[in-house]
């Protein structure tokens, strides 16, 4: 099966960080870039990151900017995502997906991502 394996999530104090993990399973990730998506209860998927093939180029939305980082490393056919500062506002499930280019951000170009998985929950809270 073609999809994306994400973890790392878990619990979180507001400030604290985490680092998800995502593993493409059933492919080769270099063919790709990889979009990180977050859904918080009642509201739509969003994407807020992209990463390119090699790695040398990322988009963030500003909500994230300065406080997430996406890197990746094709050898191990994973892309990470370092969470830092969070915020409650920061709990979702946290879903990774592939593309042939990196789309617009935000929640109207999700559909034109494939290989999802199951997703992590991240909550912030005290």
């Known amino acids: 099966q073609l999809q994306f394996v994400e973890s790392g999530g878990g619990l979180v104090q507001p400030g604290g960080s985490l680092r998800l993990s995502c593993a493409a399973s059933g492919f080769t990730l270099d063919q790709f870039v990889v979009g990180w998506f977050r859904q918080a209860p009642g509201k739509e998927r969003e994407g807020f990151s992209c990463i390119s093939r090699s790695g040398g180029s990322t988009n963030l939305l500003d909500s994230v900017k300065g406080r997430f980082t996406i890197s990746r490393d094709n050898a191990k056919n994973t892309v990470y995502l370092q969470m830092s500062n969070l915020k409650p506002e920061d709990t979702a499930v946290y879903y990774c997906?592939?593309?042939?280019?990196?789309?617009?951000?935000?929640?109207?170009?999700?559909?034109?991502?494939?290989?999802w998985g199951q997703g992590t929950q991240v909550t912030v809270s005290s």
């Open positions: 997906a592939a593309a042939q280019v990196c789309h617009t951000l935000g929640t109207s170009t999700t559909p034109l991502y494939k290989y």
